[in-house]
Structures are given as C-alpha cells and as structure tokens.
T-cell receptor, first 114, second 113 residues
Framework: EAQVTQNPRYLITVTGKKLTVTCSQNMNHEYMSWYRQDPGLGLRQIYYSMNVEVTDKGDVPEGYKVSRKEKRNFPLILESPSPNQTSLYFC?????????????FGPGTRLTVT | RKEVEQDPGPFNVPEGATVAFNCTYSNSASQSFFWYRQDCRKEPKLLMSVYSSGNEDGRFTAQLNRASQYISLLIRDSKLSDSATYLCVVNEDEKDSSYKLIFGSGTRLLVRP
C-alpha cells in the first residue's frame, strides 16, 4: 500500500529535550516536506527536500532541522523544543513535475512541549 | 494580507443542500490551484484541481476567476460524509518557487441530517 508514515503519532515532551519525528514514504517520491498546522494559520511549510542530500528552508524553519540521507526518509529534528513548537506536524511527499500537486500526507504527529 | 484567504466557517447546511466556498489569493502570478479536503484530526487529501475552464467531478465543481483572483468550490446535494474542512491551495509559481504550495487555513463544512 502506498503510504507516508510518521512516528510517533503523539508526543508530550519538555522544553529543551531533543526529539526526532520520523517520516518515511514507499512511493519513491523525490519531493518530501514538513508542515506544521496551527488553528487559524493553515499549513505552513517548515523544510522541504527535492531529492537525497538536497534540503531547503520553508516559511518557518527556525528551531527545526532536517536531513535526507535516503530517498524514502525525511526526519524532522527539534534540537531544543520550546512551547511555541506545540503543533500538529505533517510530513508529505510527491513526485516532481506535473504530479507535484498531489501531495501525499502522513497521518500527522501531535506534539506538545511543556 | 494573507496569501490565500478563506472564510473559516463553519458552514452548517442540511443534507441535500448546495453550498459554495470561495478562496482569494494575492499573487496574480499564481498558475495552479487546488482544493484539498481534511477530515477532523486527519491528514489533508487532494480533492480536485481547478482549471481555467472550470472542473466538475460528480457533485463537486471548482472554478477559477483570474480577474478577481479567487477560486470557488460548489458542492451539490450535500451528504453527511461531506462534513470536513476544505483547504484552498495555490502554487506560487514564481521563478524560484515553482515547487511551493500555499495552503489556506480552510473552510469548515458541517452537513446535518
């Protein structure tokens, strides 16, 4: 089954404790991206990657890191989480070219930072 | 001003009703437009693309008005299962941003029995 998986689905942590949210896709997509979703603000892009070892900042990259060492995986790293990073996070992937617009999203990770 | 603006709703309609949402975008150079659907606490999924000539898929019709910079989504004969949040999505399509999607914050639809 074609899918994007994220882990963990729910996470409660404390300020400053490093964490990683994993994202994996099995569709051989070149493009992967991380979004955060907050009430009234919609989905905002954090980082994206056009291919292995190619990553770039989105609209709200501060406080986050990513890596793309393998095509299927795109982990999101919070080195020192803060309460303003409490949010719902989605990973997404797609092909490039004309199919880019059909983004396949993971099920989301709900993060709470206290 | 937000790049993509939507009325957050909720739109509360009875089953069988026709309902329409609009979405305005600020970048006149935008080329591609889409509607995504997001169920409560779930991930967004592509509903349909919006072509210049309009696009119809069953009970759903999407239209684009470039002059006024808005797109619309019309749902006919609403079903209970149509209850969801509908996200307007625009491709920025500027020189270095052809792979950047801008998501609206969504319009919530509630269809009641």
């Amino acid at each position: 089954e074609a899918q994007v998986t994220q882990n963990p689905r729910y996470l409660i942590t404390v300020t400053g404790k490093k964490l990683t949210v994993t994202c994996s896709q099995n569709m051989n997509h070149e493009y992967m991206s991380w979004y955060r979703q907050d009430p009234g603000l919609g989905l905002r892009q954090i980082y994206y990657s056009m291919n292995v070892e190619v990553t770039d900042k989105g609209d709200v990259p501060e406080g986050y890191k990513v890596s793309r060492k393998e095509k299927r995986n795109f982990p999101l790293i919070l080195e020192s989480p803060s309460p303003n990073q409490t949010s719902l996070y989605f990973c997404a992937s797609s092909s490039l070219g004309t199919a880019f617009y059909e983004q396949y999203f993971g099920p989301g990770t709900r993060l709470t930072v206290t | 001003r937000k790049e993509v603006e939507q009325d957050p709703g909720p739109f509360n309609v009875p089953e069988g009703a026709t309902v329409a949402f609009n979405c305005t975008y600020s970048n006149s150079a935008s080329q591609s437009f889409f509607w995504y659907r997001q169920d409560c606490r779930k991930e967004p999924k592509l509903l349909m693309s919006v072509y210049s000539s309009g696009n119809e898929d069953g009970r759903f019709t999407a239209q684009l008005n470039r002059a006024s910079q808005y797109i619309s989504l019309l749902i006919r004969d609403s079903k209970l299962s149509d209850s969801a949040t509908y996200l307007c999505v625009v491709n920025e399509d500027e020189k270095d941003s052809s792979y950047k999607l801008i998501f609206g914050s969504g319009t919530r639809l509630l269809v009641r029995p």
